[in-house]
């Protein structure tokens, strides 16, 4: 059989772990990351999501990439990856952290259940700190929580959450009730 082989020097990255899928994304919020989003010769094609433009309410923002949908608000948000449709409520303090987004907006007959139920909306609640954590989609984290792998074995399964390589990961769909100290 004829064989032939191609030469590839553009990037590439095995993202096969927790740790390699958490260094890529956020390599993305440095000045000049090691993969260029913005490189022409070499244009990115998504598909339409016809999605608003990012809201940003008074937010403290640094090094940063912000997906389309998303409202944030009177918070601080520093070398992260904020996914689409993905809401950071006042007072909360995101670093190092990717979250996923969401697959959909809640209703208002959804949110007005949510209360009834004493159930945090889809995002991050007020007064949250999220530090070195991957939040899946769907995830729902109430106010008042911490989240953070300091203190913590490299490895731990949880109801609300798994640690793995010294990262928090919130499973996609998870609902982190108010106050909770991970």
């Not at 899928?21 to 989003?37: C, G, I, W, Y």
């Not at 907006?105 to 004493?118: C, G, R, V």
């Not at 729902?140 to 609300?160: A, F, M, Q, Y």
Request: aromatic fraction near 8%; hydrophobic fraction near 40%; include cysteine.
């Amino acid at each position: 059989h004829r064989v032939f082989s191609h030469v590839f020097q553009g990037y590439w990255e095995d993202i096969g772990t927790i740790r390699s899928f958490f260094d890529a994304n956020l390599d993305l919020t440095s000045e000049l990351p090691r993969f260029n989003f913005f490189d022409m010769t070499a244009p990115i094609y998504t598909r339409p999501r016809f999605l608003p433009a990012s809201k940003i309410n008074g937010a403290s923002i640094d090094h940063a990439i912000v997906s389309e949908g998303c409202i944030i608000s009177h918070c601080h948000v520093s070398t992260s990856v904020i996914g689409v449709r993905s809401l950071v409520d006042i007072g909360s303090h995101i670093t190092r952290t990717v979250i996923m987004g969401a697959d959909s907006y809640e209703s208002e007959e959804a949110l007005a259940a949510n209360t009834a139920a004493h159930r945090p909306r889809i995002g991050v609640g007020k007064y949250t700190r999220i530090h070195q954590a991957i939040i899946d989609k769907n995830a729902r984290i109430g106010d008042n929580c911490v989240i953070t792998p300091h203190g913590k074995p490299e490895r731990v399964d949880h109801p609300l959450y798994y640690i793995r390589d010294g990262i928090v990961i919130i499973p996609k769909d998870m609902v982190v009730p108010d106050g909770t100290v991970i």
